[in-house]
C-alpha cells in the first residue's frame, strides 16, 4: 500500500501550507516506508508516502508529473491491466520515463480525462491536479479496496488515505461525529460516506 494526501485553497491567491502537507505526510509513513514526495505550489499541494512495488526505481517517485509539469498524480494501488494500456498509448505518441502503472494513468487522463478511470483494472485511490484547467480528480476504484476520505469547508479541500492525515490540518475542527461513532458501534464498520468526524466523508467505490 502507498498513502496520498493533499489540500486545495478554493482562492487561487492563497498558498497551501508546507508545514501542513508535511504533516499529513508523516502521518501516512507506515502506508510507504519507502520514499516520501511532496508537491506544493501556490493555491495546491499533493504529498505521498510510497511502498515501492512496481518500477522500484527512483523514476517511479511521487508525486509524478506529465512532461511540461502541467498534471500531477499521486496515487495508491496497483493496475493490472497497465501493460496493455502502456503499450496503446507508446502506439499513441505518449513517452514514458518510468516503467510504473502510476505514469500510466497519468497520460491516459492527458488523451481521455477523467473519463480514463473506465479503462483501468484493478485496485485504486489517486489524485490528479490538472493546472491549466484548475481541476483537482480524485477517484476510488470499483469495490473500494483503497481507502480515500475527504473533508472541505468555505476555504479548502482536503483528501488522504486516511481521516487522520486529514486532522494534521489545524484548520481542521475535529469533532466527533455520534452518528457515525453510533454506526461502527453498531455494525462494527462505518458503512456508506460516514466517518467517525464530522465533515470528513469516504469518497464511495466507483466513484
Not at 498534471?71 to 510504473?100: C, K, M, Q, T
Not at 489524485?127 to 483537482?136: E, S, Y
Request: proline letters at 7%; charged letters at 25%.
Amino acid at each position: 500500500m502507498c498513502g496520498i494526501s493533499g489540500k486545495l485553497y478554493f482562492d487561487p491567491a492563497r498558498s497551501v501550507e508546507r508545514e501542513v502537507l508535511e504533516r499529513m505526510n508523516a502521518s501516512l509513513a507506515h502506508r510507504g516506508p519507502d520514499d516520501a514526495g511532496i508537491y506544493c505550489v501556490g493555491a495546491v499541494g499533493l504529498a505521498h508516502r510510497r511502498l515501492s512495488i512496481i518500477d522500484l526505481s527512483p523514476a517511479g517517485h511521487q508525486p509524478m508529473a506529465n512532461e511540461d509539469g502541467t498534471v500531477w498524480i499521486v496515487f495508491n494501488g496497483e493496475i493490472y491491466n497497465f501493460p496493455a494500456l502502456r503499450a496503446d498509448l507508446v502506439r499513441r505518441g505518449h513517452r514514458f520515463r518510468s516503467r510504473s502503472d502510476t505514469e500510466v494513468i497519468l497520460h491516459l487522463y492527458e488523451d481521455e480525462g477523467p473519463e480514463c478511470v473506465q479503462r483501468l483494472r484493478g485496485m485504486c485511490a489517486f489524485a490528479i491536479w490538472d493546472a491549466p484547467r484548475r481541476r483537482l480528480v480524485l477517484a476510488r476504484d470499483r469495490l473500494g479496496k483503497k481507502p480515500l476520505c475527504y473533508q472541505q469547508d468555505g476555504t479548502a479541500f482536503r483528501f488522504a488515505s486516511e481521516v487522520k492525515a486529514i486532522l494534521q490540518d489545524p484548520q481542521v475542527d475535529p469533532r466527533p461525529d455520534p452518528h457515525g461513532i453510533a454506526q461502527y458501534l453498531t455494525y462494527g464498520c462505518l458503512p456508506g460516506q460516514a466517518s467517525a468526524f464530522q465533515g470528513v466523508k469516504k469518497l464511495p467505490p466507483a466513484h
